[in-house]
């Protein structure tokens, strides 16, 4: 493994008397894709939140890049570098493409001391970001609201790709793709990887995880289960993680 | 569908409310005797003003996906304020500055200063408390109504100094410049709204807060400053207020909102927010205007007034929703 970009040490997060997270410990190197997987309700969306700033740990703590990090608000993890693909897609399906790929980082211009958008700037840069994406969207300029749901989470998946960053989470990024969108998405993945970019992906379905990950960690009921290289596991054995039927072959745990 | 006549129809259902203007102003010219002249359409602007100003700072807020039924009371609170101060009879206290026009300016900051406070409390309560935007600004609604009458005793101020009232009635191009005033705010507020990174994110926070929020936008400061603008702005349809009725009286502009409301509707913007647009908007408010003077010519009993309103609400209402089937089928 390279240098380790994001260390998590015995983070825990508690909801009241619930215990999601009940302390995780794992790290992700430069360029490397992670795979985190685990049963609904194991804590993966949460662990995300956490590291994108939309949660405060209880305790525990984190390095990026060797430094002590605590991201308070989406803002924070953003200006370190830190892009975020969720589950449910964040689009604002009341504005356009356009919009949408630039929402908060718009490109302004200043006419007489006064920030203005310069929707050309944009579109140009969206346009371009889409071609070489090779995702076909009628006009830039048409709402969201009115495109389809694999048009809408290209729009995301290319916008992590444009904005980059240092450190990538994709939470179920394919959920609403085919298997030809699936397929350019797990591409743009590895581009985005082999630029130097830390990925961590989340995933129910097996065959994504080894097919674009180096390392596969499992989270079950709150702690790691199984943190291993891809070519050390199974399918097989990673779905016993899950279950937590047996640790055997489950490499070195948390 | 060729693109072309697809542009066409999106363009219509975009400005549908000024075709709607247009087609009402059209029908009244012809039906209706000694409707069309210069006079009937500036008045039509004119005694739009008041509306038009209060209809901005509601949209905003609504657009961002909140509500703000304060601003007729904060308008009625800024206005005596300014009626106490610089009116010479009633509960006037007739304060005197010198030079003269210096009461312009600070009558205008005092009215605006009101607004923005009662407008920052109630985004403080609603965005940092969490609050629910409705109940909160319905309490405004009553407390701040309650503190003209308290402020005023019930009773009025009547003759505003001179160099304030002058804005009611110097004419430029025919109209008196409270009315360009409204037309400036419009055109202002227009622009931050569509050209601007603040108006762009208060759309969006309008149309998905969460996403906003992920994105790295300020939310909450943004949504606070929204609710300023909002009280800043019913602040100044208040000094116009005033100025309009040359002082002030503790049941001032009663029943602005709702109409502000129905401009607001009828202009396209949606309740749920993050839908409309502040042109529409006062398109919306010159609507209600042309359709109240009309009522005016025609010698009908202004009760009618009322009933017109509310069903031109509804009428705004399916509208919206005809309006979005359309555009699902040409998506």
Same mark, same amino acid.
């Given at each position: 493994m390279s240098e380790p970009l994001l260390v998590l040490d015995n983070v825990t997060k508690n909801y009241g008397a619930i215990e999601a997270l009940k302390g995780i410990s794992f790290s992700i190197g430069k360029g490397e894709v992670v795979a985190l997987l685990g049963d609904n309700g194991a804590g993966k969306s949460t662990l995300v939140k956490i590291i994108a700033g939309g949660l405060e740990p209880t305790s525990g703590r984190m390095l990026f890049e060797g430094k002590e990090f605590l991201a308070r608000s989406p803002a924070e993890a953003k200006a370190a570098g830190i892009e975020t693909v969720y589950q449910d897609l964040s689009l604002c399906t009341n504005v356009d493409v356009v919009a949408n790929f630039f929402m908060g980082r718009e490109i302004t211009r200043k006419v007489l001391g006064i920030p203005v958008l310069d929707e050309r700037a944009m579109e140009a840069v969206v346009g371009k970001a889409l071609a070489s994406a090779g995702t076909r969207i009628? *006009? !830039?300029?048409?709402?969201?609201?009115? !495109? *389809?749901g694999g048009q809408r989470q290209a729009i995301e998946l290319n916008r992590f790709v444009h904005w980059g960053g240092k450190l990538v989470l994709l939470d179920?990024?394919?959920?609403? !793709?085919?298997v030809e969108q699936t397929r350019r998405g797990l591409d743009m993945i590895r581009q985005v990887a082999s630029q130097g970019i830390g990925v961590v992906i989340i995933t129910h379905i097996m065959q994504q995880a080894f097919q674009v990950a180096g390392r596969i960690v499992v989270i079950r009921q709150g702690v790691v289960a199984g943190d291993v290289a891809r070519n050390k596991t199974s399918p097989d054995a990673v779905i016993n993680m899950i279950t937590g039927e047996t640790l055997a072959g489950a490499g070195p745990a948390g | 569908m060729n693109p072309r006549t697809r542009n066409a129809l999106e363009f219509v259902l975009d400005n549908l409310v000024w075709f709607m203007l247009l087609l009402v102003l059209v029908v009244f010219s012809l039906f &209706?005797?000694?409707?069309?002249q210069l006079g009937i359409f500036a008045n039509i602007i004119e005694a739009s003003s008041v509306l038009g100003v209060m209809s901005i700072g509601l949209a905003l807020v609504i657009i961002a996906g909140h509500m703000d039924l304060s601003v007729e009371s904060v308008a009625a609170l800024s206005a005596m304020a300014v009626g106490i101060l610089f009116? $010479? $009879? @009633? &509960? @006037? /206290?007739g304060v005197q500055l010198h030079p003269e026009w210096l009461m312009v300016p600070v009558s205008l900051l005092l009215a605006l200063a009101v607004g923005g406070l009662i407008g920052a409390f109630n985004g403080y309560l609603v965005v940092k408390v969490k609050m629910s935007a409705f109940i909160i600004t319905l309490a405004s609604y009553i407390w701040v109504r309650g503190l003209v009458l308290v402020i005023s005793g019930g009773r009025s101020a009547q003759d505003l100094a001179p160099a304030i009232r002058w804005f009611g009635i110097q004419r430029l191009m025919g109209l008196p410049l409270t009315a360009w005033i409204a037309v400036a705010c419009f055109v202002v507020f227009s622009l931050i709204m569509a050209k601007t990174p603040f108006g762009r994110h208060l759309v969006m926070i309008g149309g998905n807060e969460t996403a906003t929020f992920r994105a790295g936008i300020r939310v909450n400061r943004n949504l606070i400053i929204a609710f300023v603008l909002a009280g800043a702005i019913a602040g100044l349809a208040g000094w116009l207020l005033a100025i309009r009725t040359s002082g002030a009286t503790a049941n001032l502009g009663v029943g602005l909102l709702f109409n502000a409301f129905a401009a607001v509707v009828i202009g396209g913007? $949606? /309740?749920? @927010?993050g839908v409309g647009t502040l042109p529409g908007v006062y398109a919306g408010v010159l609507l209600l205007s042309a359709i109240n003077t009309a009522i005016n010519l025609m010698g009908l009993?202004?009760?009618f007034t009322q009933v017109i309103h509310g069903l031109l609400v509804l009428a705004a209402v399916l509208l919206d929703a005809f309006k979005q089937t359309i555009r699902q089928r040409l998506a």
């Open positions: 009628p *006009s !830039l300029r048409t709402n969201v609201e009115h !495109l *389809s179920e990024p394919f959920a609403a !793709l085919g | &209706i005797p000694n409707y069309f009116c $010479s $009879s @009633g &509960i @006037g /206290l913007v $949606s /309740l749920k @927010g009993p202004a009760n």
